[in-house]
């Protein structure tokens, strides 16, 4: 099926509306205003979509989203946690990993990226007081700016924490921080 450029922007749309709706909607509406191609690219013998975005400003941004997941290439369990069935759908239905090409961040890491905030040095930890381990906390998104989207699994269900790397962490709803910051390294960069 060769489909035209406006068909292929519609269709991307769709994927991401069809699966994602509730938890993307105001992507979903940047996508709308601002997506103007999307095309198929290889890079390391891997073929990955290309999404070109004119923004407000005028400016052109590219982010680049991989192949999703095969069944076989689903992890049960990442790091040793379970992660939330509609976080790993994204990765088996969308993308493994979605962000900004120039930054490398602005969007989902891919499963291979994200890493357990104990495993970094974080100066920070002098001057704050947390009540939970880095151990079980998982960074899956890069604000380029010293924030981390976080899932936290020293509680169940997980929760949303954003992680900074030069203030105090904040406890978030992960749907809500993970569209209003993919939106904003759209609209506001």
Not at 129 to 143: G, H, R, T
Request: a negative charge; one cysteine or more; hydrophobic letters at 45%.
């Amino acid at each position: 099926m060769d489909l035209s450029g406006k068909q292929r922007v519609k269709f991307v749309i769709d994927l991401w509306k069809i699966n994602f709706q509730a938890e993307f909607s105001v992507l979903l509406e940047v996508f709308r205003k601002y997506l103007i191609s999307v095309e198929l690219i290889e890079v390391n013998n891997v073929v990955s979509m290309i999404y070109t975005f004119k923004n407000p400003k005028g400016d052109y941004l590219n982010y680049i989203g991989q192949p999703p997941l095969l069944s076989y290439q689903q992890p049960k369990t990442i790091n040793g946690f379970n992660w939330p069935i509609n976080f790993l759908d994204f990765y088996a239905k969308v993308h493994n990993g979605w962000y900004e090409v120039v930054s490398h961040s602005l969007g989902l890491m891919s499963i291979e990226e994200v890493f357990l905030l104990s495993k970094k040095e974080w100066g920070i930890l002098e001057d704050i007081s947390i009540d939970f381990s880095l151990e079980k906390v998982l960074a899956v998104f890069s604000n380029s700016a010293g924030g981390y989207l976080c899932w936290n699994f020293n509680s169940s269900p997980p929760s949303g924490l954003v992680w900074w790397d030069d203030e105090e962490p904040d406890f978030v709803d992960f749907w809500d921080i993970l569209d209003e910051w993919s939106a904003m390294g759209i609209q506001d960069y």
